[in-house]
């Protein structure tokens, strides 16, 4: 059976429809030529490029501030991109120490197979100003740190970067332009895995990379197309549902995580509690400067120990023990077994962690119940 695609003109559906298609019919091949050509034209294959994908683009480069942005496949797909995109044999990379798993490892990779120098700093401007050689080409910052949530001064360091020549780029996904939009503060190109904030409800794997300049824009597009990380259509379309809600998601989980980081202050059970609102935070002040909001993201050590955490995991109800973060739902892990598990103990106390240390992305639900839940499971 042979079904026509129908043309619809001089309509315009409410919601974004999903272009579930791979390839585009053309009448002559020059259009269809210069639709390949470049990462602004018209659409041929949804590898290069697709309405729904373009869509999701344009309003996340709004969002941050930015020229143009490419969507990929997953996170791990913007950062390998980025990296692939920016980087030649030889050349020298600094990154901060407190980084995503995922990133260190492309990071050791990039360094064993193509000889990329790369250098860790804690954040602190005099180490990163120390770091800088004359083959250093990009500076890699994260907005928040996990699990220490730990908030950079990205204006300082952005300058610094700025000032060598070199790349400034900057993993938002624990903030999410709703907290912080690093372009604004001289990053020249922000990524996220929307996996966690933008899409918002733990049911996609994607990222965006988003742009202050036109040309690293063709770059990293270039190398999406090549290596095929674009995004698919689908995943693009969720995230693009997930994005209308973003304002909305993020303003409750800034106040619920608020009153169960204040809560957990309090709790005796409970050594140090993390989180940027807090003013006992060590960058508290930064944060005030530079976020809109303290995000969603709470570590919390349970004074006991490893034992004591296995056992909270066991008990909360409402709150999930599972990897991941940004969705409606509230999630629960103890780094040392998941996220840092290749950590020894000194590796963890270098982390900033123990082996109580709790991570918590808090979700949207009734603030109350939330604490009812980690309450008994504490007791
Ligand atoms: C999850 C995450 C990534 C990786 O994203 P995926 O969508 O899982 O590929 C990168 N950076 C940070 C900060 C993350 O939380």
């Known amino acids: 059976m042979h079904v026509r ?3 619809l003109e001089g309509v315009r559906p409410l919601s974004l429809p999903i272009f579930q298609t791979s390839s585009f019919a053309f009448t ?11 990462p602004d034209g018209s659409y041929a294959y949804s590898r290069y490029g697709n309405p729904t994908t373009r869509a999701l683009e344009e309003a996340v480069a709004d ?13 791990m797909g913007a950062i390998s991109s980025v990296l692939l995109a ?28 193509f000889g ?30 996990n699990p220490t949530t730990r908030v950079n001064d990205l204006p300082a360091l952005a300058a610094i970067g700025r000032d060598a020549g070199l790349t400034v780029v900057v993993d938002n996904t624990f903030a999410s332009p709703m907290l912080c939009r690093p372009l604004e503060h001289g990053a020249h190109i922000v990524l996220h895995s929307s996996t966690k904030f933008l899409g ?14 036109e040309e690293h824009h ?37 106040a619920n995580a608020r009153v169960l980081a204040e809560r957990l202050s309090e709790h005796p059970a409970i050594g140090a509690v993390r989180w940027p609102g807090l003013t006992s935070h060590p960058d508290h002040e930064t944060a005030v400067k530079l976020l809109g909001d303290f995000g969603a993201l709470v570590s919390f050590d349970i004074a006991e120990g490893h034992e004591a955490a296995v056992r909270f995991l066991e008990r909360v109800r409402l709150a999930t023990l599972a990897v991941s973060l940004g969705g409606v739902e509230t999630l629960v892990l103890q780094p040392s077994s998941s996220t840092h598990r290749q950590l020894d103990a000194s590796g963890l106390a270098a ?16 603030a109350e119940d939330l604490w009812a839940d980690l309450a008994h499971a504490l007791g």
């Open 63 to 75: 969002l941050e501030g930015g020229v143009a942005a490419v969507a990929t496949a997953s996170g």
């Open 200 to 213: 918002g409800h733990s049911d996609i794997i994607g990222g965006v990379v988003v742009f202050a300049e």
């Open 116 to 145: 990329i120098e790369v250098s860790y700093f804690s954040g602190a401007a005099d180490e990163l100003a120390a770091a800088i050689r004359p083959n250093t080409k990009l500076l890699y910052l994260e907005t928040i740190a």
């Open 5 to 7: 695609a129908p043309h």
């Open 218 to 254: 063709r770059e990293t597009w270039h190398q999406v197309v090549d290596y095929g990380a674009s995004a698919d259509p689908f995943a693009a379309w969720l995230t693009a549902r997930g994005l209308q809600t973003l304002s909305l998601r993020q303003a409750k989980q800034c």
């Open 351 to 366: 982390a900033g962690i123990t082996e109580g240390t709790i991570r918590m992305s808090v979700g949207i639900e009734h």
């Open 86 to 113: 920016r980087l030649r044999s030889g050349d020298h990379v600094i990154v901060q120490s407190a980084l995503y798993g995922g990133t260190v490892s492309v990071l050791r990779d990039l360094s064993e197979r």
């Open 28 to 38: 002559d091949s020059e259009s269809l030529a210069d639709a390949l050509a470049g």
